[in-house]
Every structure is written in structure tokens, then in C-alpha cells.
């Protein structure tokens, strides 16, 4: 999965090709309260809906069309974290 992240001072702009709602900008502006967090989805095209592991056994059109396995989104936020982090201390001595 494609995903984009651009540092721009002490900002964030993030963009994938899919669509996991607003939960994931959410939990990312909660970790990194410090700076503007901002989330493009549909970037580039459209792979499709990234529903929470949560909502797997729902009958939902997002879940029951989506490519992507359920816990796909939480390793994105995941790695989205450990990138962000990656960028913001990286050059300082931590």
C-alpha cells in the first residue's frame, strides 16, 4: 500500500490510496499532539476501504468490498507512527 509523508516544519501531511476513515487521523493527531497531523485518503487513486478489525464481523459494504485483510489499518497507523517518529527525532541526539 502506497503512503505518502511529507514533514513540513513541526506539520504532518500523510496520504494513502485508501479510505480508513477518521479514526486513524484521530489517533495520529492524539500521538502527536505536539504538531498538525493532516490526512489525505483517496491520494493518487483508489484502492479502497480500510475498515477497523472491529467492524469484520458486521455486515457492511465497506467491510464485505474491501482488499484488505482484516488488522490492515492498524499495522498502516502503526507504521505511519513509526515513520513519524523516525522523522521527528531524527538529526537530535535521542
Known sequence: LPVWIW????????????????WIQQRLREKFAGSA??????ANGSIGYLPRADLYGEDVYQ????PFAAGSPEKL???IE??????????TNE
Request: hydrophobic share 40%; net charge negative; with cysteine.
Open 7 to 22: 514533514k513540513m516544519g513541526d506539520a504532518f501531511l500523510v496520504a494513502t490510496m485508501c479510505e480508513p476513515y477518521s
Open 63 to 66: 467491510v464485505w468490498q474491501t
Open 77 to 79: 497507523e502503526s507504521e
Open 37 to 42: 497531523v493532516m490526512y489525505v485518503n483517496l
Open 82 to 91: 513509526h515513520t513519524i517518529r523516525d522523522a521527528t527525532f531524527s538529526g
